[in-house]
């Protein structure tokens, strides 16, 4: 039987690392794609939220989590990021935007943003290797075709026919999660 988060806040709070390994595992990379959509900056949003996760475990006897852990979390790492925005000065013209929006639901389809962009990023990591190398270096990298193929020692239509072969498994997958994103992308 797997625990509710909030019986493994209990569990850290206990002093139990078993249970902190797994909420961290759980949260991390969602939390680090959320930290970066506020920032656009991996690597503070990666170093952010570990500061968080650092913060919750060293203060765990006296975190008091009155909604839910997921939403704590999410939380942590928003005010952490609008923090580090204050201190540094780095993207003020976006740090305003942020402070001017209306955080209740803008802070909710940054959420929804960033565990789409999570579960599709982890559809991708599930791609065959040459597919998922080929699909990155042509979606991510913004390479051309030709090159890719001259770079692999393989025919410009192998290349094609990978990527063609991680759409159609990329769209299979990731069905579920269309009404998702036509709802995102016309609030927007």
């Not at 996760?53 to 006897?61: D, G, P, Q």
């Not at 990731?174 to 995102?184: E, F, K, V, W």
Request: glycine share 2%; net charge neutral.
């Amino acid at each position: 039987m797997q625990k509710t988060d909030e019986l493994l806040f209990k569990s850290i709070q206990e002093g139990d690392l078993d249970a902190f390994e797994n909420l961290f595992n759980k949260y991390y990379s969602v939390l680090c794609i959320y930290a970066h959509s506020l920032l656009a900056d991996m690597e503070s949003a990666r170093d952010i939220t570990q500061d968080v996760f650092l913060t919750i475990y060293e203060n765990k006897s006296s975190v008091a989590i009155k909604s839910s852990v997921k939403a704590y979390f999410y939380r942590a790492v928003h005010n952490a990021c609008l923090n580090y925005l204050k201190t540094t000065n780095v993207h003020a013209k976006h740090h305003l935007q942020i402070a001017s929006q209306n955080l209740i639901s803008d802070n909710h389809d940054l959420m929804v943003r960033a565990e789409l962009e999570a579960q599709i990023f982890e559809e991708i990591q599930k791609l065959p290797p040459q597919c998922r190398n080929i699909f990155q270096m042509n979606r991510f990298e913004g390479r051309k075709n030709k090159d890719i193929a001259a770079e692999l020692g393989i025919s410009v239509r192998t290349v094609e026919t990978q990527i063609s072969k991680a759409l159609k498994i990329l769209r299979q997958n990731l069905a579920h999660l269309i009404p998702t994103i036509l709802l995102l992308t016309s609030a927007a």
